[in-house]
């Protein structure tokens, strides 16, 4: 009686009972359990099959890369440079790999600079490419925000980006600047994503504030490249880029000429050199029939004068291995190479802008020009002169596009070439 009491009380005195919360394991409805569990399991062997089948195609793809091939020739006929040391070429540093980057329109007009710097001045100092590169990515960021995101985002250039950038930001020796961050090579593959990243991303949302772009874009170069120096020690003094540029190497742009050869402009005018990398779009480019254009690399090569040059080097004739590259017949016959066979090619891409190189120096050989290259390519590496490659003269006409030389190899036609120029800069080009 006495503990019905107290419960009572206690009912009472508690007021309304309090469920309380607990956890317990959630029971799935069997029928919904049955229909979920045989569509895990369907799915389970479709992403089996599906994996399946990737994994055999990846396989067949990797099988299929392993054992492509390319198409070459037979090389043994032919009367070429037995090595390098034949050519009596010019002051020049030894070839330097630009690896995983396109940086090769910097490393061939640095690699001319240098030869130009030893002819005129006698100075011997090998120049950083990187620090012409790490300017270059912020004057395309600059021209990225002033086109309103209408020009590609890429490593490519030409040669007169470099020249360019160096008159504009100066220049510094090799070991001040390696661009390198601790890497042994040179790896751009991670930096262009990410600078492609920002700056479409600042096109996407219509956010072209030159200032703010350009220094984001700095802070990506600094961690992949490192910050370049604005004073180092040269010489016994201390120095910018600049004032090591202006009196040191004392290299003045306007003595540089750039020279192609085309039919889509009129011969001895200024006009654009049509290429992706040419993304300034100037209208620097002297266009000289094919017959000029080549005879002025010989000469110039036989006065002792180096050239920068750029073109196609996709085709069979560009031989790493055999350190060569000629035109095989079977492309076209050496007597059918002339302006008009070189302009079809360029017509349907078949030759494009996609390298540059540093032409040292000529000779000839069993009746036919050979020029000793400079190249800073992976392919260039592949054969017994590491860096240096021999192109015949039918390569050159028919798959070298450009060439930028020193004033004095043109000497005759320069006072035609300052006529052109001033009709550009009429039309506000570069």
């Keep these: 009686l006495a503990a019905v009491v107290l419960t ?4 009472a005195g508690a007021g309304p009972r309090k469920d309380r919360v607990r956890h317990e394991p959630y029971k799935r409805d069997p029928v919904l359990g049955r229909i979920i569990d045989e569509a895990d399991s369907l799915a389970a062997i479709a992403d ?12 067949e793809k990797k099988a299929k890369r392993d054992a492509r091939k390319v198409i070459r020739f037979d090389v043994s006929g032919i009367r070429r440079p037995g090595s390098p040391a ?6 020049h540093f030894p070839p330097v790999a630009q690896h995983l980057s396109g940086m090769c329109w910097c490393f061939s007009t640095t ?28 004057e395309k960021a600059r021209g990225y ?40 090579e040179h790896d751009h593959a991670a930096l262009i994503e990410e600078l492609r990243t920002f700056l479409e991303m600042c096109g996407d949302h219509g956010y072209w504030e030159e200032e703010p772009i350009v220094e984001h874009v700095r802070v990506i170069l600094d961690r992949h490249l490192g910050r370049p120096p604005e004073r180092f020690e040269h010489g016994g003094r201390t120095m910018t880029p600049r004032e090591f540029y202006d009196e040191v190497l004392r290299i003045e742009r306007a003595d540089y000429v750039q020279l192609m050869s085309t039919l889509s402009v009129p011969f001895h005018t200024m006009d654009r050199f ?33 050239a920068c040059i750029g ?21 076209i ?98």
């Design 333 to 430: 016959p050496g007597d059918y190479i002339d302006q008009d066979a070189r302009e079809l090619r360029m017509f349907n891409r078949t030759t494009e802008d996609d390298h540059a190189l540093h032409l040292l120096a000529a000779r000839r050989i069993g009746g036919r020009d050979w020029f000793l290259i400079k190249d800073s390519s992976r392919a260039s590496r592949r054969g017994a002169h590491e860096g240096y490659l021999f192109f015949r003269d039918d390569y050159v006409r028919l798959k070298m596009l450009f060439c930028v030389v020193h004033r004095d190899v043109v000497a005759d036609i320069m006072h035609r070439i300052e006529e052109a120029r001033e009709e550009p800069e009429r039309r506000g080009s570069i």
């Design 111 to 138: 690699s001319f600079i240098e030869s130009e710097a030893k002819r005129l001045h006698g100075i011997e100092v090998k120049l950083s490419e990187l620090h012409t590169v790490y300017w270059e990515y912020v």
């Design 274 to 306: 049509d290429a992706p990398d040419n993304w300034r779009r100037t209208r620097t480019w002297y266009n000289l029939p094919l017959d000029d254009f080549v005879r002025y690399l010989r000469e110039g090569a036989g006065r002792g004068y180096t």
């Design 86 to 91: 034949e050519f009596d070429a010019p002051f």
């Design 48 to 59: 089996s099959i599906t994996g399946e089948i990737r994994k055999r195609t990846e396989a």
């Design 311 to 331: 073109g196609d080097v996709s085709e069979p004739g560009y031989y790493g291995e055999e350190d060569i590259a000629v035109v095989p017949t079977f492309d």
């Design 8 to 11: 009572a009380a206690g009912s």
């Design 145 to 184: 925000a002033a086109g309103r995101g209408g020009q590609p985002i890429a490593e490519g250039g030409e040669a007169d980006g470099a020249l360019i950038v160096m008159e504009r930001y100066g220049a510094v020796p090799a070991q001040v600047y390696t661009g390198l961050k601790g890497r042994a």
